[in-house]
Structure formats: structure tokens, C-alpha cells
């Protein structure tokens, strides 16, 4: 998968590492669910 679309933004994830797609993943999801996406990521060792 290259692109990814929400109604919060599109995102580019060709060429990524796995914490770089996380990060835009999460960057594109509802506002109110982004914190909680970040400490699940980081408990989860996806992010540093």
C-alpha cells in the first residue's frame, strides 16, 4: 500500500521504515485518538 486517505489527511507510506509509518499513520488519524495511538505504538516497541 502507497497512499493512505482519511479524512484527516493523506499519507505517502512507500519507502518508510515501520516506525515512520506509525508516526504517519497516527498523524492522520481522528485528533482525539492520537495520543492514545502514540503510548499503544510505544508500548507496543513500534516507536522509540
Do not use: W
Amino acid at each position: 500500500m502507497q497512499y493512505v486517505v482519511t479524512e484527516y489527511g493523506c499519507v505517502n507510506l512507500q519507502f518508510s521504515s515501520v516506525p515512520d509509518r506509525v508516526k504517519k499513520l497516527i498523524s492522520i488519524a481522528h485528533p482525539d485518538h492520537r495520543d492514545e495511538l502514540m503510548y499503544q505504538a510505544r508500548t507496543a516497541g513500534l516507536l522509540y
